[in-house]
T-cell receptor, first 112, second 117 residues
Framework: DAKTTQPPSMDCAEGRAANLPCNHS???????VYWYRQIHSQGPQYIIH???NNETNEMASLIITEDRKSSTLILPHATLRDTAVYYC?????????????FGSGTQLTVLP | GAVVSQHPSRVICKSGTSVKIECRSL??????MFWYRQFPKKSLMLMAT?????????EQGVEKDKFLINHASLTLSTLTVTSAHPEDSSFYIC?????????????FGPGTRLLVL
């Protein structure tokens, strides 16, 4: 019962912006959108999360559509070290289902 | 901040032995800890959720008598794989979540790779 849909893979040229899309058309009003990434053989790394406003931090920007049915993670200047599997996850703010449930994610490959 | 450590990072054991994996939140108090398992080329699968001082809640299909979880303090949880068999070989990852607003985010440890011979 995946709540998000992501493309299985994407390529991006080094130094260019990487835009990773995510569809979450059944998102509820109290659910946040979280992004994590997993570099090969490591634990997932938190990137960013948001509810309805766009968010930016030192790693990335998160753009959420007005209807909240989709979002885009933007890595402004991708480097080779950004090659990883990126997971988009929706999670309630409260309640027993607050654990993160991972889908298949998007394998981003940054090319030199 | 928000660092979660795991020990050991890699373990090889014989079939039938038990293995304990430790997970620590280093700079925050984790009221809830999670254990995930990941097989090669697959996504993370949640095994169990534990709250400090309470019994763990296991996901469907995860044997609670085989995967013993203890969350005795706000900074430490352990996963013991009892009577390990080759099919238990996997990448085990813990995650911790605190109670303060900033630490509501789940942070993950680096993972433990278990190989059962």
């Amino acid at each position: 019962d995946a709540k998000t849909t992501q493309p299985p893979s994407m390529d991006c040229a080094e130094g260019r912006a990487a835009n990773l899309p995510c569809n979450h058309s059944t998102i509820s009003g109290n659910e946040y959108v979280y992004w994590y990434r997993q570099i090969h053989s490591q634990g997932p790394q938190y990137i960013i999360h948001g509810l309805k406003n766009n968010e930016t931090n030192e790693m990335a920007s998160l753009i959420i559509t007005e209807d909240r049915k989709s979002s885009t993670l933007i890595l402004p200047h991708a480097t080779l070290r950004d090659t990883a599997v990126y997971y988009c996850i929706v999670r309630p703010a409260t309640g027993s289902a607050r654990q993160l449930t991972f889908g298949s994610g998007t394998q981003l490959t940054v090319l030199p | 901040g928000a660092v979660v450590s795991q020990h050991p990072s890699r373990v090889i054991c014989k079939s039938g032995t038990s293995v304990k994996i430790e997970c620590r939140s280093l700079d925050f108090q984790a009221t809830t800890m999670f254990w995930y398992r990941q097989f090669p080329k697959k996504s993370l699968m949640l095994m169990a959720t534990s709250n400090e001082g309470s019994k763990a809640t296991y996901e469907q299909g995860v044997e609670k008598d085989k995967f013993l979880i203890n969350h005795a303090s706000l900074t430490l949880s352990t996963l013991t794989v009892t009577s390990a068999h080759p099919e238990d070989s996997s990448f085990y990852i813990c995650s911790a979540r605190g109670s303060a607003s900033f630490k509501e985010t789940q942070y993950f440890g680096p993972g433990t790779r278990l190989l059962v011979l």
